[in-house]
């Protein structure tokens, strides 16, 4: 590669071995990934900063770029994305054989500092040995980690498998039961965003489904003394909340249907406007239905998840209409045993076990970063891998030049399912609400605010074994918060003084936004 020309050369891929095997016998193995580093990029005769005003991930080299011109002379392609951070070249299929290589370029931000911590700045063999690890126990990455979270779900169910012609003996490409098959589907007009040609063209003013993560801070009029002496906030995380409640999650995978007057089943997912208005919740507690936790007024849309709720809280249902699917099924099932095995393997090796007790266990998280960065920035690329995932089921139009009721290049794909997303974040703001039920019927303990899946709690010491709730014997109380390494399992997210969390909430803040120090993000991969 020294010799500043670009390496397009058919037996070098060949014979190098790069690429990974399918992840289902459906599948497709992963294309050979090269990662550049800016002095390989140099070398390459590629610039080492691609220049211009635009956003640096939207940067593209010219067409008219000698390295372009030798890549098209060398009779391989660019696909229509042309050559920015993740290029993709290749060579049309010849007989079974597709040839695809995917190029990083580090220098040109290919990678989120937010999903890939400090991996830009890595020695080679660290940066190789964070995107190998990466590769084998999650995909070789294909761009951001929103787009390798969205590409796993693909690789895990194929949309279509081999199947034998009985009249002619031949094998055919068939739809492979369980996964969302090769077309895009609209969404009902409840599950689509307002700029959705499904609403825009049917005028449709019914209201929306808002199955969002919270967003609330308990009102400051209902903190109590006791509360306000206490001296902590302490603030607790659950593990990659989405990826617990996508496990056994049954989602539609047929086009949605529309009923007048129907009987709630827990059973069927979909979107059900129904009025929940007269649910009583504790006020020192969020509503489970809304993502600002206000109590809802009137009729509106929820996903299954969220109207059985009210039912397990001892309350009729009555809906007024809803969009439903008859096919359905675990479509997520298999990304979450993969992504949850990646998790817990990767924090063991940065020392955060199973087999740790609770104290032991807040100590090796304490540390768990600085045991090996790499490995650390792994877990980090994880864990945007399934937020960034979910998000992308509802990609939203990108770009100044984009006019209500266009279609968007992302509901091209089969994967833009706002209704499964819908499903995942319903079920894990109702896992959260649960727990903050349970916490409150046995420890007397109320929240001060939530943030997705970070909760504040007020605690007469520093740390979360002074406030959580243990039986005699020292095990963890079932059914509130407990701590640990894996999928739905809590962590310290940090501490403060309670009169910096007074001060906070009365200026109108979410403290758990800022407990950890910072400001904490509130990403849903959009």
């Not at 289902?24 to 990934?33: I, M, Q, T, V, W």
């Not at 993709?88 to 580090?106: M, T």
């Not at 801070?217 to 607790?236: H, K, M, Q, S």
């Not at 990304?335 to 266990?361: I, M, Q």
Request: glycine share 8%; hydrophobic share 40%.
């Amino acid at each position: 590669m020294s010799n500043g020309h670009f390496p397009a050369d058919r037996q070098t891929l060949r014979g190098s071995g790069l690429g990974a095997p399918k992840l289902n016998r459906y599948g497709k193995d992963s294309d050979p990934l090269i990662v550049l580093t800016a002095a390989a990029a140099v070398k390459l005769g590629l610039p080492e900063r691609l220049e211009g005003h635009e956003q640096r991930r939207s940067l593209r080299l010219p067409e008219d770029h000698p390295v372009v011109k030798q890549v098209v002379k060398a009779k391989w392609r660019l696909t229509q994305r042309g050559f920015g951070p993740w290029a993709r070249i290749y060579r049309k299929a010849q007989g079974r054989e597709r040839q695809c290589v995917q190029l990083a370029i580090l220098s040109w931000d290919a990678l989120d500092e937010r999903s890939w911590p400090g991996v830009a700045e890595m020695e080679p063999a660290d940066i190789a040995r964070v995107f190998g690890v990466y590769a084998r126990r999650v995909i070789t990455p294909r761009g951001s980690t929103a787009v390798s979270g969205l590409e796993l779900m693909t690789a895990l169910r194929p949309p279509t498998r081999a199947v034998r012609d009985e009249t002619t003996g031949n094998w055919v490409s068939a739809y492979n039961p369980g996964s969302l098959g090769t077309e895009p589907m609209d969404p009902a007009p409840p599950e689509a965003t307002a700029e959705h040609p499904v609403v825009v063209d049917s005028g449709w003013t019914g209201g929306f489904l808002n199955e969002e993560a919270y967003q609330w801070v308990r009102p400051v009029d209902l903190l109590t003394d006791e509360e306000c002496i206490l001296p902590f906030a302490v603030g607790l995380d659950l593990n990659t909340a989405f990826l617990a409640a996508a496990a056994r999650l049954i989602v539609g995978l047929s086009a949605p249907d529309h009923f007048v007057g129907p009987k709630f089943n827990s059973k069927i997912p979909g979107s059900w406007l129904v009025n929940l208005s007269h649910v009583e919740v504790d006020p020192r507690l969020p509503s489970p239905f809304t993502p600002d936790g206000t109590r809802p007024t009137e009729p509106a849309w929820y996903q299954t998840h969220t109207v059985a709720y009210a039912q397990e809280l001892g309350y009729s249902v009555a809906p007024l209409e809803a969009y439903l699917r008859r096919e359905t099924g675990a479509y997520l099932d298999p990304w979450h045993d993969r992504l949850k095995a990646a998790y817990v393997d990767t924090l063991a090796d940065l020392g955060v076990t199973k087999d740790l007790n609770d104290a032991e266990f807040l100590a090796a998280m304490e540390r768990h970063k600085e045991v090996d960065p790499a490995m650390a920035a792994v877990l980090a690329a994880i864990k945007a891998t399934v937020k960034g995932g979910i998000g992308k089921l509802r990609e939203r139009p990108q770009g100044k030049k984009y006019k209500e009721g266009e279609p968007w290049p992302a509901l091209q794909r089969p994967t833009w399912r706002p209704d499964i997303r819908a499903a995942v974040i319903s079920k894990a703001r109702v896992n959260m609400h649960r727990k903050l039920r349970n916490m409150a019927t046995m420890t007397g303990l109320y929240p001060l605010a939530v943030l997705s899946d970070c909760v504040v709690y007020p605690s007469p010491g520093a740390s979360p074994l002074d406030f959580l709730p243990y039986a005699a014997s020292g095990k963890p109380q079932p059914g509130g918060f407990r701590l640990g390494p894996t999928p739905g399992l809590a962590k310290l997210e940090g501490v403060q003084s309670m009169l910096w969390a007074v001060d906070l909430m009365e200026q109108g803040y979410n403290p758990a936004r800022h407990i950890k120090g910072g400001d904490a993000v509130l990403d849903e991969g959009e």
